[in-house]
């Protein structure tokens, strides 16, 4: 709430900033921004899955849109030696009220005594109608026991 004081009548007038809050926002933000939140997970290698969080980071959806998200082996591998399946780029869908989303990626429990590992999750606008940031989330997978594996 601001007040405003007429100097000559010494009125005073009180005006709500809600209003025009919304429209300055509306104006500022209106492109959104759909990115990893967090950006770090950690996960047991025997808990044969771990799920990632897409959300809306600012602004709003004018309309439905689309980003792709993908993994990229690192140390943890989805070849050979297989820690985690492999995810090629897999439309993830925001409809115009939808603030998050989530997507899951399958985990495989070796045998082999091994150091914490990682791996990464990518986003992708599909047509370039909306903004992705943090576009990258590192993914660790533990040894089942949760120590260092060694």
């Not at 993908?70 to 115009?96: E, K, N």
């Amino acid at each position: 709430m601001l007040q405003f004081i007429d100097i000559q009548s010494s009125n005073i007038t009180e005006v709500t900033v809600q209003l025009l809050y919304f429209n300055l926002t509306h104006c500022l933000f209106a492109g959104a921004v759909i990115g990893f939140d967090p950006i770090d997970y950690s996960v047991l290698e025997t808990a044969g899955s771990v799920t990632l969080n897409v959300s809306v980071i600012s602004g709003r959806l004018e309309r439905p849109v689309q980003v792709s998200y993908f993994t990229v082996d690192g140390s943890a591998t989805s070849t050979g030696a297989i820690d985690f399946t492999s995810v090629s780029p897999t439309p993830l869908t925001f409809d115009m009220n939808r603030l998050f989303n989530t997507f899951t990626i399958s985990i495989n429990n070796d045998a082999i005594l091994e150091y914490p590992e990682i791996f990464f999750a990518r986003l992708r606008s599909l047509d370039g109608s909306v903004d992705v940031g943090p576009d990258n989330a590192t993914v660790t997978i533990l040894e089942e026991d949760g120590d260092d594996g060694m």
